[in-house]
């Protein structure tokens, strides 16, 4: 099991705080990033943290949370070599893997029933990336 980050926004700190449990009771090592409170902040800073987190090696996955989980993703993916993806399914977080070798999965806490979300992250952390035909499409989104 690696490390992984976790962080959200002051409106995903609940959500944060289930799926870090979640992580620690599947075994994972989990690095959160914060905020630890519904204290306003600002998602982009929380994504910048994560994708530092992963691109210097200090964890190999990372989980963002916000409202929607859109504006933290778009944050998070500005950043080379991050693949974040924006999941509300289980079918999402398998294809994220499979087919776009996503690193980071986000969610919406307003959006997402939080029992789901832990299916969802557990299905984006077994699935392997398929690599082949893929593998030359995810190359061309590296900046």
Same mark, same amino acid.
């Given at each position: ?5 976790? /962080?959200? =926004?002051? /409106? +995903? ?11 620690? +009771?599947? +075994? ?10 519904? /204290? ?26 916000? #409202?929607? #989980? ?6 998070? =993916? ?21 087919? =776009?070798? /996503? =690193? ?26 398929? #690599? +082949? ?11």
């Amino acid at each position: 099991m690696g490390i992984i980050a976790i /962080a959200s =926004n002051h /409106a +995903g700190v609940d959500l944060k705080a289930q799926l870090k449990d979640h992580l620690t +009771g599947l +075994g994972h090592e989990v690095l959160d990033l914060g905020p630890e409170s519904t /204290a306003s902040v600002d998602y982009p800073d929380y994504a910048d943290a994560m994708a530092a987190t992963i691109r210097g090696g200090r964890a190999g996955r990372g989980v963002l949370i916000c #409202g929607s #989980g859109i504006g933290i993703s778009i944050a998070a =993916n500005r950043h080379a070599g991050i693949r974040c993806a924006l999941v509300t399914s289980p079918e999402h977080a398998a294809l994220a893997r499979q087919h =776009n070798d /996503a =690193n980071a999965i986000a969610f919406g806490q307003r959006l997402t029933d939080p029992l789901k979300a832990e299916y969802y992250l557990s299905v984006f952390l077994q699935t392997p990336f398929e #690599g +082949g035909r893929h593998q030359r499409r995810v190359e061309k989104i590296e900046c």
